[in-house]
């Protein structure tokens, strides 16, 4: 075929409209080894395709995916689509023992599922031990076709992707904390798209840096990936607009500075100068801390750099460098202010529908405790004292793993010595958040709360003070939910609901649960599976801050649970 017809033919293919139905996307991912050099040490890492982070993924609402994941690593290893409400198809949300066994060495597993009603920024990781640390990208939901954002349409959008970089082996840490029962070693950096940036030794060739057009709009797509730490992020002499969070449009507000839990999202959009500003701002992210362990209190920074005009007369590098004020490590009037902007959009095409009406209220501690140390000959442990590991537990029961896939017990019927039914609807009461008891034994169990499906659920999770108060960001998988209320202190059962928002409260699929305070969610749940629930600072959900509910299907045929694929991986 003559070239000009070949292009002619090309071209009438990229005119065509897409359907308005979705289309069905492929992806594979392939797991596996891949070297990388930061701060000086080079480590063998998990990746995905060879890539850290893992490559983007990109689909529009109404899209089917089906993502093969590979195994090539020595690793057991499933990956979990955080955001993604899985509607019916509870078999690829991917946390490993809990709706799938890992995928095995040599294995592989297709992930199929269709994005419904949900557009925004939202990101994929490994779902199993700590390997999350290198496993991870950002999944990108377009709006359909036609359907534009509920603000100016940027100039170009840009996925800002924040994770911790660990120069030893993130198993390798996780193991041995877990065999003394001490806080896991913390990250030795940020990173902003796996770069640490110019702040640490040896790392100022792995910058990201922002190139920029001045008089534009750039949106920012701000996915907190790291392990275990909330992070503020601030431009130096620019202000940011947020427009979405989680996934959901909200009320937009200007601000200097963000704060992002890990497994949230944050869009912004970054309107640049009108003009060449002659100089180069420093883009920052440090943690925002409430708990008393030790931390990475390091600071990563990306460079936004403004195009030159053709006869500019200093050179980029030369170019002043201005840095961003952060708030204090431990700011919690800041995050306070912050998440109390956050409100959903609720306009006539996105609205917030909040229950109004709820059929059952639950009321779950989130907080730290022990387990007494298990070593035999006199070995002592490193928890809080020698005789104690550390722990960590939702009403107080320490979630253990199961050594089957929970969604697959349930829908076989053979959930008998796998879990239990019955996790308590509320804790012993005791004062919170007032001086913490003696005992700070958890028990333990593979608890699971029953809900019949189409329940409307009201839940509060209060934080405790035992072995300190904290900020812990809870993500529930299959539902987003209204963050209805929030507050310090005890919860008060009485007063408080009086100043719940039923409004336009945030939706979103991870709230950060104020330290030494509580807050209220409400959703639907309209959909059936066995959905985790767990604090997203891996080194809480290692301890067993973590539950899972189970929701049972509806009578009709289209409320309930889809067949399991053939290829789902087995046990
Ligand atoms: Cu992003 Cu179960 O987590």
């Not at 709820?358 to 501690?365: E, G, L, N, S």
């Not at 076989?412 to 308590?424: C, D, I, K, Q, W």
Request: glycine share 8%.
């Amino acid at each position: 075929m003559a070239s000009w017809l070949l292009f002619a033919v090309f071209s009438c293919l990229l005119l065509l409209p897409e359907p308005a139905f979705g289309i069905t996307r492929h992806y594979t991912l392939d797991i596996k080894m891949h070297n990388v050099t930061r701060l000086c040490h080079t480590k063998s890492l998990v990746s995905v395709n060879g890539k850290f982070p893992g490559p983007k993924i990109i689909a529009r609402e109404g899209d089917q995916l089906l993502i093969k994941v590979v195994n090539n690593v020595p690793n057991n290893i499933s990956l979990h689509w955080h955001g993604i409400r899985q509607l019916r198809s509870g078999w690829a949300d991917g946390p490993a023992y809990i709706t799938q066994c890992p995928i095995q060495t040599g294995q592989s597993y297709v992930y199929n599922y269709t994005i419904v009603g949900q557009r925004g920024t939202l990101w994929y990781h490994a779902h199993i031990s700590w390997l999350r640390a290198t496993v991870y990208g950002p999944l990108i939901i377009l709006p359909k076709h036609g359907v534009p954002y509920p603000f100016p349409k940027p100039h170009k959008e840009v996925p800002m992707v924040f994770g911790e970089w660990f120069n030893a082996d993130t198993e390798a840490i996780i193991r041995q904390a877990t065999l003394t029962g001490g806080g896991p070693n913390v990250s030795d950096a940020y990173t902003i798209n796996g770069l640490p940036g110019p702040l640490y030794n040896c790392s100022a060739k792995d910058t990201f840096r922002l190139r920029v057009k001045p008089g534009k709009t750039y949106l920012l797509r701000i996915i907190n990936a790291a392990l275990n730490d909330e992070l503020f992020f601030s431009i130096a002499n620019h202000t940011v607009t947020v427009v979405e969070a989680d996934a959901i449009y909200v009320k937009p507000f200007e601000t200097d500075t963000i704060l992002i839990a890990p497994g949230q999202t944050t869009n912004v959009l970054l309107k640049t100068k009108p003009s060449y500003p002659s100089a180069s701002f420093f883009m920052k992210a440090r943690p925002y801390v409430t708990g008393q362990g030790t931390f990475d209190n390091s600071t990563v920074a990306g460079i936004l750099e403004y195009e030159q005009p053709k006869h500019a007369k200093t050179s980029i590098k030369n170019l002043q460098l201005f840095t961003p004020v952060l708030p204090a490590l431990n700011d919690t009037n800041y995050a306070t202010k912050f998440s109390n902007k956050l409100r959903s959009l609720n306009s006539k095409k996105f609205p917030a529908n909040v229950p109004q009406k709820v059929d059952r209220k639950f009321f779950f501690t989130v907080g730290l405790g022990t387990n007494p140390c298990n070593h035999k000959n006199n070995q002592t442990c490193q928890g809080p004292t020698n005789t104690t590991m550390f722990a960590a537990s939702i009403s107080n029961i320490s979630f253990t793993m199961p050594t089957k896939a929970l969604l697959q017990s349930h829908y076989s019927g053979l959930s008998n010595g796998v879990y239990s039914p019955n996790f308590p609807w509320n804790p012993t009461p005791f004062n919170y958040t007032g001086t913490p008891p003696n005992n700070t034994m958890v028990s333990t169990g593979t608890n699971l709360m029953v809900l019949r499906y189409n329940t409307s659920v009201e839940l509060v999770m209060q934080d405790t003070s035992i072995l300190g108060a904290e900020s812990h960001p809870l993500h529930l998988h299959g539902f987003n939910f209204f963050v209805v209320g929030q507050g310090f202190g005890n919860f008060d059962p009485k007063k408080d609901p009086k100043n719940f928002n039923l409004v336009d409260p945030i939706e979103r699929n991870t709230v950060g649960v104020p330290s030494g305070g509580w807050a209220a969610i409400r959703f639907l749940a309209d959909n059936p599976g066995v959905w985790f629930m767990h604090c997203h600072l891996e080194v809480h959900t290692s301890w067993g801050l973590r539950m899972a509910w189970l929701v049972l299907d509806g009578d009709k045929p289209d409320q309930k649970l889809l067949p399991p694929p053939a290829d789902l991986p087995k046990c």
